[in-house]
Every structure is written in C-alpha cells, then in structure tokens.
C-alpha cells in the first residue's frame, strides 16, 4: 500500500532563509506522481509543485523547487527565500498509476516564518 | 470561474442529527472528490465521481455516509445519525481527468463540522 511520511510536525525559519521540508513515500507502482500543497489557515489545499516518477529534472515552479530522489523514495520541498506569506501547513502527497483517481496525503509540516 | 465553493463553511450539530454538505465543482470539471481531514493530520480521501458515477469509495465511507452528483455538476455529502467522530473538516476538490495526473486536484476551503 502507498503512504507517505512527514517526519517534522513544526518548522520555523527565520524570513528570506532557505527551507526543506521533508517527505518520503512508499509505492509499488513504477508510476507515480508526487505533489506539495500549501495550506494557509483560512483551509483550502493550494497545489505548489508536481513531480512525475519518470521526470529526470527535479521539478521548479518560482520560490519552490521539488529534490527528487527516487532511490531514497524521497521527495524533499525546497522553498528559497522565505516570506511571512509562507506561514502554513505543507503537505506532501502522491498519485499511484496513471489515472490520479485517489491522491494521498502525509500528516504535514507547520512551517512558521519568523520576520 | 470562482473555484469550488463548499457550503456551509461551519456547521454545529448535536449529536444524531443528519447534515447534508454541497460542493459546486469548478464547471468544466468531469472529476469531484471527497476528502476528511481531521485536527493535526492530512486530508484522507472518502470517494470520487466522474461526471455523475461514483467510482470509488473508501472504507472510511460508513454506511452513515452518502454522497452523490445527481447531473455531474454538484455534490451533496449527507452524514446520518452524526456521531463525535464525524467531527472534521471536509474537503472537496475537483479536476479534469487529465489534469489531475499531473497538476492534481482544486480544492475548496471545506466544510467544518463540529458534532456536540
């Protein structure tokens, strides 16, 4: 069965540092997509980044930049010079197969950004 | 296109009571999720419908659980004879098929049900 891991309940960065937050993952599927939200308190799920197993670049969208390595079932989320805005819960989850029909989520990270 | 909306945002029950959650997808989008999420922990899938079939339940969905997509446009997740552990927040999201491959699903900000 597929899960993912979230190891690091709270975070908290000083604003305009670097920070990793990490996720592993456990699949048997050869084909699988890894996916980070952003989840700020007003609640809804804000999808930040994709990476499909097969990519061979690791995924970047702006600040966020995905550190894939597949061998360690590791999908870390980089985020570079952090905002005040960036204050939220993360969660790293994963598609099995091709279809995306059930996408599953680890606990999270609470990330706060000091100023 | 004002994203998926949920309603109620809040809603307080007693104990044994029936409520009924609506979700209005995004309009083009063929694919509707259900998600839980309680305190402290990721959103855990209930079920999906593409177009107006319901393809996949989790076992999470008791029999006191019930949704539907009667004409592929909106969702209704109704929860009978509530019980404390209902008490969560729930989630729903939509896509294209397509899409949710390699982008995922759009969330709205979810219905909070607190059981009493």
């Known amino acids: 069965a597929q899960k993912i891991t979230q190891t690091q309940p709270g975070m908290f960065v000083q604003e305009k540092e670097a920070v990793t937050l990490d996720c592993t993952y456990d699949t048997s599927d050869q084909s699988y997509g890894l996916f980070w939200y952003k989840q700020p308190s007003s609640g809804e799920m804000i999808f930040l980044i994709y990476q499909g197993s097969y990519d061979e670049q690791n995924a970047t969208e702006g600040r966020y930049s995905l550190n894939f390595q597949k061998a360690r079932k590791s999908a870390n989320l980089v985020i570079s010079a952090s905002q005040l805005g960036d204050s939220a819960m993360y969660f790293c989850?994963?598609?099995?197969?091709?279809?995306?029909?059930?996408?599953?989520f680890g606990s999270g990270t609470r990330l706060s950004i000091r100023p | 296109d004002t994203g998926v909306s949920q309603d109620p945002r809040h809603k307080i029950t007693k104990r044994g009571q029936n409520v009924t959650f609506r979700c209005d997808p995004i309009s083009e989008h063929n694919r509707l999720y259900w998600y839980r999420q309680t305190l402290g922990q990721g959103p855990e899938f209930l079920t999906y419908?593409?177009?107006?079939?319901?393809?996949?339940k989790s076992r999470l969905l008791s029999d006191r659980f019930s949704a539907e997509r009667p004409k592929g446009s909106f969702s209704t997740l109704e929860i009978q004879r509530t019980e404390q552990g209902d008490s969560a927040m729930y989630l729903c999201a939509s896509s294209l098929a397509w899409q949710a491959t390699n982008y995922g699903y759009t969330f709205g900000s979810g219905t909070r049900l607190t059981v009493v």
């Open positions: 419908f593409q177009n107006e079939a319901q393809l996949e």
């Open positions: 989850a994963m598609r099995e197969g091709r279809s995306a029909s059930k996408i599953i």
